[in-house]
C-alpha cells in the first residue's frame, strides 16, 4: 500500500522561502502524477500544483504561478514543492497526492492516496 508523508512546513516571515517534501513508501511509481494541495480553516481544499505522467508537463494555480515550483527526479519517489515570496495568504495545511490513473491533474477527486498535511504559516 502507498504511504505519502509530507514535511518541511513551520512558520516563515513575508517574503521567505519554503520547501516542502513529499515523500512515497510503500510500492511505489515515480513516474505517476503527483500534485499539491492546500487548506485553510473553513476552507474547501484547493489546488496548488501538480506534474504530470513521467514529469512532463507541470501545472499551476494562478495565484501560485510565479512563485511556486513544483518538482521531482524521475529516480526517486519524492516530490517538492518549492515557494517563494510567501504571503499572508499562502497560510494553510499543505497536502501531497499521488493518482494510478487518467489524466485531470487539477481536481481533488483524481488522486488515490493522500498524505496527512503539513502546515505552513505566513506572518507579516
Known amino acids: 500500500q502507498v504511504q505519502l508523508v509530507e514535511s518541511g512546513g513551520g512558520l516563515v516571515q513575508a517574503g521567505g522561502s519554503l520547501r516542502l517534501s513529499c515523500a512515497a513508501s510503500?510500492?511505489?511509481?515515480?513516474?505517476?502524477?503527483a500534485g499539491w494541495f492546500r487548506q485553510a480553516p473553513g476552507k474547501e481544499r484547493e489546488f496548488v500544483a501538480a506534474?504530470?505522467?513521467?514529469?512532463?508537463?507541470?501545472f499551476y494555480a494562478d495565484s501560485v504561478k510565479g512563485r511556486f515550483t513544483i518538482s521531482g527526479g524521475s529516480a526517486k519517489n519524492t516530490i517538492y514543492l518549492q515557494m517563494t515570496n510567501l504571503k499572508p495568504e499562502d497560510t494553510a495545511v499543505y497536502y501531497c497526492?499521488?493518482?494510478?490513473?487518467?489524466?485531470?491533474?487539477?481536481?481533488?477527486?483524481?488522486?488515490?492516496?493522500w498524505g496527512q498535511g503539513t502546515q505552513v504559516t505566513v506572518s507579516s
Open positions: 510503500g510500492r511505489t511509481f515515480s513516474s505517476n502524477p
Open positions: 506534474t504530470g505522467w513521467s514529469g512532463g508537463s507541470t
Open positions: 497526492a499521488a493518482a494510478l490513473s487518467g489524466y485531470a491533474y487539477t481536481q481533488v477527486n483524481f488522486y488515490d492516496f
